[in-house]
């Protein structure tokens, strides 16, 4: 798995770095609150190697990415 790969491709459809207010993880999710929610793909998110699932909630958007959640994060 490429994680430098994955997490750049998830930053571009997420409507670009600018886009992002804040990035967080728990276990499994990164947890990104978005400053234009409307500009992040979720489809196109959904489709990136490595994501199992997209979620909306608590005014984030998280990205289901497995227990290796930190490594996404260098």
Partial sequence: ?????????I????????????????FTRLRFTLREPEKADRGRIERVEGVIAVVEGSGQLQVA?????GRYMT
């Fill in 11 to 26: 930053l571009t459809h997420k409507g670009e770095a600018e886009n992002i207010k804040e990035v967080t993880h728990c």
């Fill in 65 to 69: 990415v497995g227990t290796e959640v």
């Fill in 1 to 9: 798995m490429n994680y430098q790969k994955t997490s750049d491709e």
